[in-house]
T-cell receptor, first 117, second 114 residues
Framework: GAVVSQHPSWVICKSGTSVKIECRSL??????MFWYRQFPKQSLMLMAT?????????EQGVEKDKFLINHASLTLSTLTVTSAHPEDSSFYIC?????????????FGPGTRLLVL | AQSVSQHNHHVILSEAASLELGCNYS??????LFWYVQYPGQHLQLLLK??????LVKGIKGFEAEFIKSKFSFNLRKPSVQWSDTAEYFC????????????FGTGTRLTIIP
């Protein structure tokens, strides 16, 4: 149980285009999902918390107009990198909360590698 | 804000050696603690977690971790490592009440030499 998928697993795009990444909880419902960015050989940096039916909460320094998050259902959150530039190239990882209350645990997707040319 | 420290950046061991990876957090309140593993080319997987109760937590693949509240530590251990344990290990902390965000340590790269 508690499987999270991401699509696509990797994407190459031209500078200036927008890229949408999907995150799905396959066998559970998640009111809260998270989007992280991971640089090579570094830890995960939380970008935003995605809440079903409401606006995402962005971490300090993350541009909300550049990284659009939509959490339209209890099993799907999307991250759209708008007008992507080479510096946006990175590994984007989503996670979803499973369980309730103090037993909540985050389960992670396999990540999406984005390369902006 | 809470923070997590993993002082061992890269650990190299031979097969069958014992392993202990350090994790310290800074927060005076009640926390939930996690260890995640990221095998080469794969996504993060939960190794084990601590919410309450017995401070010695057993996880998958023979790993265990001990929560020592007085030392703000949650070290990961395995008595005998295997080559397949080569991976990146991340410690993470979440506030026990409210605030669902996980705060990750910088990770420890473990290399096991056959």
């Amino acid at each position: 149980g508690a499987v999270v998928s991401q699509h696509p697993s990797w994407v190459i795009c031209k500078s200036g285009t927008s890229v949408k990444i999907e995150c799905r909880s396959l066998d559970f419902q998640a009111t809260t999902m998270f989007w992280y960015r991971q640089f090579p050989k570094q830890s995960l940096m939380l970008m935003a918390t995605s809440n079903e039916g409401s606006k995402a909460t962005y971490e300090q320094g993350v541009e909300k107009d550049k990284f659009l998050i939509n959490h339209a259902s209890l099993t799907l959150s999307t991250l759209t990198v708008t007008s992507a530039h080479p510096e946006d190239s990175s590994f984007y990882i989503c996670s979803a909360n499973s369980g309730t209350g103090i037993q909540e645990t985050q389960y992670f997707g396999p990540g999406t590698r984005l390369l902006v040319l | 804000a809470q923070s997590v420290s993993q002082h061992n950046h890269h650990v190299i061991l031979s097969e069958a050696a014992s392993l202990e990876l350090g994790c310290n957090y800074s927060y005076g309140g009640t926390v939930n603690l996690f260890w995640y593993v990221q095998y080469p080319g794969q996504h993060l997987q939960l190794l084990l977690k601590y919410f309450s109760g017995d401070p010695l937590v057993k996880g998958i693949k023979g790993f265990e971790a001990e929560f020592i509240k007085s030392k703000f530590s949650f070290n990961l251990r395995k008595p005998s490592v295997q080559w397949s344990d080569t991976a990146e290990y991340f410690c993470a902390v979440k506030l026990h009440f409210g605030n669902e965000k996980l705060t990750f340590g910088t990770g420890t790269r473990l290399t096991i030499i056959p």
